[in-house]
């Protein structure tokens, strides 16, 4: 199938209408599914009956479209993300069970902050920071960790675009967070409250890879008022200690690198 009249690739295409999908919309009409990935209907009716017949799209039995089960297993073949996750999980566990709240590992992709897992408390009135979402790397304290022991150029190429702020309390003077990331590896952890969503504070340590190259970030988010930091601190720094050995001692293809991203 050739390049459309615009000069945009079907891949770029097939791209646009898969990304249409997410949390607060898994499931839409044809319609609705070319509106959101801004193409033709004609072209997105075309594209989806191609993905329907490889399982990359479903269609329900009420007609509407979602995401098929053949995305989520090419996704999870092979995939660096899902190495991590695995190695991480037993470690995060132990958090999770002083915390009681939500634990979340997160890497640095293409320019932002991915949650890679996240484990939660049924109680916890917080609901964000899910598996696959993403934050802006200075509106979140993931984000600022992976930042703070990333090569100087990828701290710059960040701090030189526009800044905008996620809520009130979001840091967007690029000298301002150049002083938290010095502070960050000075102490190895942070501590911020309300930069992503105002009701949290985020508490994050980095975890590193093979080479002691930062490969993600271990984070606890609880509400801003029940910010025990003393105490969780140690926690996440004992787990990510556990997190790194086991990066480093398997094998290269499972390091899960993602900081050139």
């Known amino acids: 199938m050739a390049n459309s009249s615009s000069g945009e690739s079907v891949i770029s295409r097939v791209v646009r209408l898969m990304s249409a999908f997410d949390r607060n919309l898994p499931a839409m009409t044809l319609s609705g599914l070319a509106r959101?990935?801004?193409?033709?209907?004609?072209?997105?009716?075309?594209?989806?009956?191609?993905?329907?017949?490889?399982?990359?799209?479903?269609r329900l039995p009420d007609g509407n479209l979602c995401s098929g089960m053949r995305m989520w297993e090419l996704a999870a073949r092979g995939s660096r993300a899902l190495n991590l996750r695995e190695l991480a999980l037993p470690f995060m566990e132990d958090v999770q069970a002083a915390v009681h709240q939500h634990t979340t590992l997160a890497v640095l992709d293409h320019g932002t902050v991915l949650y890679?897992?996240?484990?939660?408390?049924?109680?916890?009135?917080?609901?964000?920071?899910?598996?696959?979402?993403?934050?802006p790397i200075h509106a979140a304290s993931s984000g600022l960790v992976?930042?703070?022991?990333?090569?100087?150029?990828?701290?710059?190429?960040?701090?030189?675009?526009?800044?905008?702020?996620v809520t009130s309390e979001t840091i967007t003077d690029p000298a301002l967070i150049r002083r938290h990331l010095a502070d960050i590896r000075q102490r190895g952890h942070v501590a911020l409250p309300g930069i992503g969503v105002t009701e949290w504070t985020g508490i994050a340590v980095p975890v590193f890879g093979p080479g002691n190259t930062v490969a993600a970030a271990l984070n606890a988010i609880v509400p801003r008022q029940d910010a025990a930091v003393p105490v969780i601190v140690p926690a996440l720094l004992t787990a990510a200690h556990g997190i790194s050995r086991a990066l480093k001692s398997a094998a290269p293809e499972d390091a899960a690198d993602f900081r050139n991203r």
């Open 36 to 58: 959101r990935a801004g193409l033709p209907l004609t072209t997105a009716h075309r594209l989806v009956d191609d993905l329907v017949l490889h399982g990359l799209i479903e």
């Open 116 to 135: 890679v897992e996240r484990l939660s408390s049924p109680h916890s009135s917080l609901d964000a920071a899910h598996i696959a979402q993403r934050m």
């Open 146 to 165: 992976l930042l703070a022991f990333s090569p100087p150029a990828l701290q710059a190429g960040v701090l030189s675009k526009p800044l905008a702020p």
